[in-house]
């Protein structure tokens, strides 16, 4: 991200010096223009992850750093590897939550939600993820929806500059 904003402020500098507004017209469309294809891509990744998943029962565990790294939280899913969408998944006698026994546990594949965590990511209910045992991640309902979203905002918006820049 930062180095996003170094080039903004490169490229502003650059066309203040020029001197002409068209040159910072287009010169802002192209950044924002860059930024609606690096969006896609990254959402067409996983798309393309997500058709390749197996539709799996799960139930929430917990949420944790992801990935060796403080930086951004993600949730954790116990993903009962003999499941179908109709199975639900062992009890766990002790403690009321979910059984360890046959199951494994699974990332998200983007940041959890904080704002809303106690109504979003329930530890009482099953749910569907859609596992990806190549990256060893699922794709929770909230991944659904953010793949989703990301892909036609950057398509639109992609789309959208396109035909101001070119027309």
């Known amino acids: 991200m930062s180095l996003l904003i170094f080039f903004f402020v490169i ?3 650059i066309c203040v010096v020029i001197g002409k507004p068209i040159y910072i017209y287009i010169g802002l469309s192209g950044i924002m223009l860059a ?3 690096a969006m896609v891509i990254i959402f067409t990744i996983a798309l393309i992850l997500l058709i390749f998943s197996k539709k799996k ?3 929430f565990v917990r949420v944790d750093s992801a990935y060796r790294s403080d930086r951004y939280k993600c949730a954790y899913y116990l993903v009962y590897e003999g499941s179908t969408d109709k199975d639900t998944l062992p009890e766990d006698s002790q403690n009321g939550g979910p059984s360890q026994a046959g199951g ?3 990332p998200c594949i983007f940041p959890e939600e904080g704002i809303f965590r106690k109504k979003l990511y329930r530890a009482d209910k099953d749910c569907t993820v859609f596992l990806n045992r190549r990256f060893h991640r699922v794709f929770d309902r909230y991944s659904l929806i953010t793949t989703a979203l990301g892909l036609t905002f950057g398509l639109g918006m992609g789309g959208l500059l396109l035909a ?3 027309f």
């Open 11 to 13: 490229a502003i500098v």
């Open 35 to 37: 930024t609606c294809a």
């Open 57 to 59: 029962k799960a139930r």
């Open 104 to 106: 494994t546990e699974y």
């Open 164 to 166: 101001m820049f070119l």
